[in-house]
């Protein structure tokens, strides 16, 4: 079968052949139908954390849906025919072994979550990934009905995660600096929307959530989050940044972060997702693109979640 293949950081994806995947006793091999492309993969290639990567060569795509092709002798959440999710972790594929960039992945029972009909391939992907880390950054810091939330970064995860908040009863402030953008998130109904979320330091947020870690949007958060607030940090747009301990102690702040969420978690994402509540903004592409797409990521080019999608 074909596979993108990265060999070693500072190396191009290659498509090759490997051969199919083999399902173990508790294990479930997919054909893959989507699979979403993240600014994560440009980090694989990049260097900045191909460190994680379980083994090199391997097969990338982490954000990954599909029918059931086989199982194994000792499956049985799963049969084959049936639509499936694979929830992104680090030990999972496309990080821990070989991913979904690829006509076929194999996925241990465990790892494995339903997608409802009605969810297009094409929401389903993102929301292994983008779904459900944004969604569990908000139960990280607490956000209910009626909590005064900060938004940095309306990309990809802060997109959806508004609209996750706004499902919750939340009033919902956006910091967003592509003004492009402006047009499309207004339509969620927003509190507020700036360029930057020190604009909203008068609303006293309860709770500010970082999408995008870049520069100087942590400590602008910190410096505008309210008395005992919250801060939670999912972006790493950059590795460092510099906090007031002043600002910390005297606010008595919580700064919490958040990585990825559980299967849980996804599973409530693809129901918001068959139930309309949510959705993904996406441009889907085709598998000969991955490569092509990972760049346009690197360049700063895409507009929302790209996705490979299959017929």
């Not at 194999?106 to 979550?113: G, T």
């Not at 909590?147 to 499902?167: E, R, V, Y």
């Not at 402006?182 to 999408?211: C, H, K, P």
């Not at 990585?259 to 693809?270: A, F, I, K, P, Q």
């Amino acid at each position: 079968m074909k596979a993108w293949r990265l060999t070693a950081a500072h190396q191009p994806l290659e498509l090759v052949e490997v051969p199919h995947p083999q399902a173990g006793p508790d294990q479930v091999v997919i054909d893959v139908k989507a699979a979403g492309i993240c600014h994560t993969d440009v980090g694989y290639l990049d260097g900045t954390l191909t460190g994680i990567l379980g083994y090199t060569p391997i097969t990338l795509g982490h954000e990954i849906a599909g029918v059931v092709a086989a199982v194994g002798s000792d499956v049985s959440s799963f049969t084959v025919g049936q639509r499936v999710a694979v929830p992104a972790t680090i030990a999972g594929p496309g990080t821990g072994v070989d991913g979904g960039f690829a006509d076929q992945v194999l996925a241990f029972e465990h790892q494995v979550v339903a997608v409802p009909d009605g969810v297009s391939w094409e929401q389903a992907a993102p929301a292994t990934d983008a779904g459900m880390t944004s969604f569990h950054a908000l139960k990280v810091g607490g956000v209910t009905e009626g909590t005064k939330l900060g938004i940095i970064g309306a990309g990809g995860l802060g997109s959806l995660a508004i609209q996750f908040a706004k499902a919750l009863g939340a009033k919902v402030f956006v910091a967003e600096t592509n003004r492009a953008a402006w047009d499309r998130i207004r339509g969620f109904g927003l509190d507020g929307l700036a360029e930057n979320i020190r604009d909203f330091v008068d609303e006293e947020l309860d709770v500010i959530v970082d999408y995008a870690g870049f520069d100087t949007t942590t400590p602008d958060a910190v410096e505008t989050v309210a008395f005992r607030g919250t801060v939670v940090q999912v972006g790493m747009g950059t590795e460092h940044t510099t906090l007031s301990t002043t600002t910390m102690i005297v606010k008595q702040l919580s700064y919490l972060g958040s990585n990825g969420g559980t299967n849980e978690d996804c599973s409530e994402v693809l129901d918001l997702i068959a139930a309309g509540t949510v959705s993904s903004h996406v441009e889907t592409v085709g598998f000969d693109d991955i490569a092509e797409s990972i760049a346009r990521f690197e360049r700063g080019e895409a507009n929302g979640r790209l996705v490979a999608v299959r017929d």
